[in-house]
């Protein structure tokens, strides 16, 4: 019974953390460049039931004899990033910029360097490409983009023109899953030094790729996950009452 209680209090807990992400998800769904995230979950090892024969039997039929086994509940194992694409719109904005592969690389105010598929760019003060969240963004060499006044141009390859002449071009790598870590709604560091795209990054201008995040979906696994945290929360009621009762019960004698 014990290990009843153990079992619904790990499911408990994990679908609690499961609701976290989900509810993260949800709320950046309109999110320009977001990754979902999912939890995976991993069970327990098995634990072996086993009977043994009454004291008063011989020696030799003492032996632990394995009549089962229990589960011992889950556990979360990770929360794993999905890195497919979200839909991409049309927005005709000049500096709205989205890919088919890879990532841009932008600079923080602190100098670390970040790993985006948000491509709301825009022009400062200083006329310098930056992110919405006042980012540098970088070119092929790691330096910030300083843009003319006029209207430019993008081409698939990432180079940025003014009047057919190179401005620069734009830094876009890839990376394995791996060397990705999570730095803020859509934006990663990086542990390795990446590539360019296999074939290119496909950009295309006056475009924005939203979240993978699909709301529908979303909510019915919140749904789902809340569903189950009540039926563990009532096994777990369940069996505290029952050890109550019998805790009661072998008290009078």
């Given at each position: 019974m014990i290990k009843g209680l153990y079992s619904a209090f790990t499911a408990m807990e994990a679908a609690w953390k499961y609701q976290d992400v989900l509810a993260n998800n949800i709320a950046n769904a309109d999110t320009a460049g977001f990754k979902r995230e999912f939890a995976t979950q991993q069970p327990f090892a098995d634990v072996l039931l086993s009977q043994q024969a009454p004291v008063p039997a011989p020696l030799s039929a003492r032996i632990q004899q394995v009549v089962g086994q229990i589960g011992t509940g889950k556990f979360i194992a990770d929360f794993v990033t999905d890195y497919g694409q979200g839909m991409t719109r049309q927005t005709d904005n000049e500096l709205d910029l989205s890919l088919n592969d890879g990532f841009f690389q932008v600079e923080g105010p602190d100098g670390t360097i970040y790993s985006t598929r948000d491509g709301r760019f825009g022009r400062d003060a200083a006329g310098d490409l930056v992110t919405s969240h006042g980012y540098y963004v970088l070119d092929e060499n790691g330096q910030h983009i300083n843009l003319p006044q006029t209207r430019v141009a993008v081409n698939v390859d990432g180079t940025i023109t003014d009047q057919g002449n190179e401005v620069a071009r734009l830094a876009v790598f890839d990376f394995s899953p791996a060397e990705l870590q999570r730095a803020g709604e859509a934006y990663f560091t990086s542990t390795g030094d990446g590539q360019p795209p296999v074939g290119g990054p496909g950009l295309r201008q006056g475009f924005l790729e939203g979240s993978n995040s699909i709301l529908v979906e979303e909510m019915t696994t919140l749904l789902a996950v809340q569903?189950?945290?009540?039926?563990?929360?009532?096994?777990?009621?369940?069996?505290?009452?029952?050890?109550?009762?019998?805790?009661?019960?072998?008290?009078?004698?």
């Open positions: 569903r189950t945290y009540q039926a563990n929360q009532a096994v777990l009621s369940k069996l505290d009452g029952t050890l109550d009762q019998a805790a009661g019960e072998l008290g009078r004698f």
